[in-house]
């Protein structure tokens, strides 16, 4: 697939053939549902949490004598039918943490690429280089290519700090190295923007 390799100010310079190992495979539906639903998971903190009748306050003393009041009998003021009292069944601390074999991991990462590439929403750059790196020239450049108001994702290589500061105010927008990139941030973004120094790294990576 034959893609136009942009300048800073959005004008042509020359193509590119996309590789095909990368970019023209057969996208993988089932694969990427899975990964992104063990993503999300890996991402979950899982510090929820709730007392039971025996870790809340209180406790103690027989609140009432057990006949002759009138009263239901009670044997704790921490019972879970008490306000303030234990939860039944709560959730506690744990870890969502499931692991996903590397291949599957990279067939999720190859389809994602691909239905990019199908859908026509790759845009290869030839060099991200800012005159200063400040918010207002990356927005610049991403008006330049059409983007503005959209979720992009950005793939370089090399030191990307000052990239990835100066996108950082910009909602929807993210800067990474491509070697680094994850199927999630690639789907979850409308457009891919790769510089040629990012496209041979992928190249070099899973080419």
Do not use: C
């Amino acid at each position: 697939m034959s893609v136009s390799i942009l300048k800073m100010d959005g004008s042509q310079s020359s193509t590119v053939e996309l590789p095909e190992k990368i970019f023209g495979g057969e996208p993988n539906e089932a694969v990427v549902h899975s990964y992104v639903v063990n993503y999300l998971a890996n991402q979950r903190q899982g510090n929820s949490s709730t007392k039971t009748r025996t870790e809340v306050a209180g406790g103690g003393a027989k609140p009432w004598r057990q006949k002759g009041t009138g009263r239901a009998r009670a044997g704790t003021n921490s019972s879970p039918l008490w306000p303030g009292g234990g939860v039944i069944f709560g959730p506690s601390p744990r870890s969502y943490y499931n692991r996903m074999p590397k291949k599957q991991k990279k067939l999720a990462l190859m389809s994602v690429l691909a239905d990019k590439a199908r859908s026509e929403r790759i845009k290869v750059l030839e060099k991200l280089e800012l005159p200063d790196h400040k918010t207002k020239n990356f927005a610049a450049f991403i008006n330049n290519m059409g983007l503005g108001g959209k979720k992009v994702l950005v793939l370089d290589e090399g030191e990307i700090a000052e990239s990835h500061r100066a996108s950082r105010n910009m909602p929807g927008v993210k800067v990474t190295r491509a070697r680094l990139a994850n199927a999630y941030e690639i789907l979850n973004a409308e457009f891919l923007v790769i510089t040629m120094s990012g496209l041979k790294e992928l190249e070099e990576v899973y080419g």
